[in-house]
């Protein structure tokens, strides 16, 4: 199994920045694709990014495209996302997840077999 939990959260104004960090324990870190999600309160989960074993190849959401950045130390089984320009629609709580590799980027989140608890981030005008 693996174990995620994320940190980085918080309240900043419209424009700012934040870096989330997603932290993993269990199998070898290199296993596994990994991906951020957001969720607003009463909406869906959604894609934000998605980043493949190696941090070779990435993904983004339309939304976040040109503002956020995912990245990845497998050395130190840690995942990121660097949010720059941010909006309130950017206000969710947001979670890392992982899967066993593929050569595909999920995008889905019933693609993704283990979560975080989520964290935190609120966007103020």
């Known amino acids: 199994q693996v174990q995620l939990v994320e940190s980085g959260g918080g309240l900043v104004q419209a424009g700012g920045s934040l870096r989330l960090s997603c932290a993993g324990s269990g199998r070898a870190f290199s296993n596994y694709n990994m991906g951020w999600f957001r969720q607003a309160p009463g909406k869906e989960r959604d894609f934000v990014a998605a980043i493949n074993w190696s941090g070779g190849r990435t993904s983004y959401a339309d939304s976040v495209k040109g503002r956020f950045t995912i990245s990845r130390d497998n050395a130190m089984n840690t995942m990121y996302l660097q949010m720059n320009s941010l909006k309130p629609e950017d206000t969710a709580v947001y979670y890392c997840?992982?899967?066993?590799?593929?050569?595909?980027?999920?995008?889905?989140?019933?693609?993704?077999?283990?979560w975080g608890q989520g964290t935190q981030v609120t966007v103020s005008s």
């Open positions: 997840a992982s899967r066993a590799s593929v050569y595909s980027m999920p995008t889905a989140r019933e693609q993704y077999d283990y």
